[in-house]
T-cell receptor
Framework: ETGVTQTPRHLVMGMTNKKSLKCEQH?????MYWYKQSAKKPLELMFV???????ENNSVPSRFSPECPNSSHLFLHLHTLQPEDSALYLCASSQEGPGGRITEAFFGQGTRLTVV | GQNIDQPTEMTATEGAIVQINCTYQ??????LFWYQQHAGEAPTFLSYNVLDGLEEKGRFSSFLSRSKGYSYLLLKELQMKDSASYLCAVSDSNYQLIWGAGTKLIIKP
């Protein structure tokens, strides 16, 4: 148990479906992240939220839409995905201090997404 | 561009010692992290180095040389449960984490 909970653990969706991934952190952190993890590739940072404000969007296609209603919850809304979007989607949180310095990130167990 | 290199896969024997290397080229440096990730599970934090030298934490140690852009994770007295992927990540000048692709460590009896 890392203090970061993701649901669902597994998701299979068609290319025309709309689904959402949910992440909740119980660590009191002020920064939350969405990462994409594909086999044998580095973790790809998708979105960063700091104090509920999106501070990073690494050229992610608009079919991925994040939402951060408060500092403990993060969603990733999925719409008209492609088969190449199949991957493990990881949520993480950390504490950002003065000047942007961050502590170690704590990760959820991820959602294994398969797009068919 | 920014780049983190680590071996794709390594194999070691139970009870032995293994060293996993990580080299990096980043715009700025604000520390290097090592994470462990078992198959199907979340990455978990192992160590953080920001100054040169060796940090020891039980059976695991991590070394950093900033001038060489180099780090290693040393695992001693290997156990079967150490079979996992080990991820190296560098915090750059903007405190963004740049990740390596991970090293899959296979432990054999």
């Amino acid at each position: 148990e890392t203090g970061v909970t993701q649901t669902p653990r597994h998701l299979v969706m068609g290319m025309t479906n709309k689904k959402s991934l949910k992440c909740e952190q119980h660590l009191g952190h002020n920064a939350m992240y969405w990462y994409k993890q594909s086999a044998k590739k580095p973790l790809e940072l998708m979105f960063v939220y700091n104090f509920k404000e999106q501070t990073e969007n690494n050229s992610v296609p608009s079919r991925f839409s994040p939402e951060c209603p408060n500092s403990s919850h993060l969603f990733l809304h999925l719409h008209t995905l492609q088969p190449e979007d199949s991957a493990l989607y990881l949520c993480a949180s950390s504490q950002e201090g003065p000047g942007g310095r961050i502590t170690e990130a704590f990760f959820g167990q991820g959602t294994r997404l398969t797009v068919v | 561009g920014q780049n983190i290199d680590q071996p794709t896969e390594m194999t070691a024997t139970e009870g032995a010692i293994v060293q996993i290397n990580c080299t990096y080229q980043t715009s700025g440096f604000n520390g290097l992290f090592w994470y462990q990730q078992h198959a199907g599970e979340a990455p978990t934090f192992l160590s953080y180095n920001v100054l040169d030298g060796l940090e020891e934490k039980g059976r695991f140690s991590s070394f950093l040389s900033r001038s060489k852009g180099y780090s290693y994770l040393l695992l001693k007295e290997l156990q079967m449960k150490d079979s996992a992927s080990y991820l190296c990540a560098v915090s750059d000048s903007n405190y963004q984490l740049i990740w390596g692709a991970g090293t899959k460590l296979i432990i054999k009896p």
